[in-house]
């Protein structure tokens, strides 16, 4: 819930609320079915929204690919220090991990379902790709952001 309260009001302001509520049901619906289609016989339940969230913050990295997040990470037993990095890199990281995740998965060693994350991010490239808007370019033709 954190990280939709993070990205979420940025992805809602701009695709309005209708297709907000679209995109975070298709992403959990979709990463419902991944997470069945991974592992069938799995005794895992997929229980959450975590697909849905997935597919807003696919949608808000690839929307806003150079809005630079901040990190509070420790070094050693005491120090602590912040870092800032562009969102399109924690993007990258993290679909990283969700492949790894989901090899765990597979394998039964995690009961975290990534394949649900996928399946969500796999929605939020697709909104994006649908919904992203146009702006003009130096000839003065519409193109894609």
Not at 15 to 41: N, Q
Not at 48 to 74: E, K, Q
Not at 79 to 107: H, M, N, T, Y
Request: net charge positive; glycine share 10%.
């Amino acid at each position: 819930m954190y990280f939709l309260f993070v990205f979420g009001d940025d992805v809602e302001n701009f695709l309005r609320p209708l297709r907000y509520l679209l995109l975070i049901a298709l992403a959990a619906f979709v990463g419902d079915l991944a997470h069945i289609a991974l592992d069938p016989r799995s005794q895992t339940p997929c229980i959450g929204a975590s697909g849905g969230i997935a597919g807003v913050i696919t949608f808000y990295a690839l929307n806003f690919p150079r809005v630079r997040l901040g990190f509070l990470m420790r070094w050693g037993f005491v120090w602590f220090r912040w870092i800032r990095l562009p969102a399109w890199s924690v993007f990258v990281l993290w679909i990283l991990f969700q492949l790894i995740g989901a090899l765990e998965q597979k394998a039964g060693i995690s009961s975290v379902s990534s394949a649900a994350h996928l399946g969500g991010a796999a929605v939020g490239v697709v909104a994006w790709v649908l919904w992203r808007k146009e702006k003009p370019n130096d000839e003065g033709r519409m193109t894609k952001e």
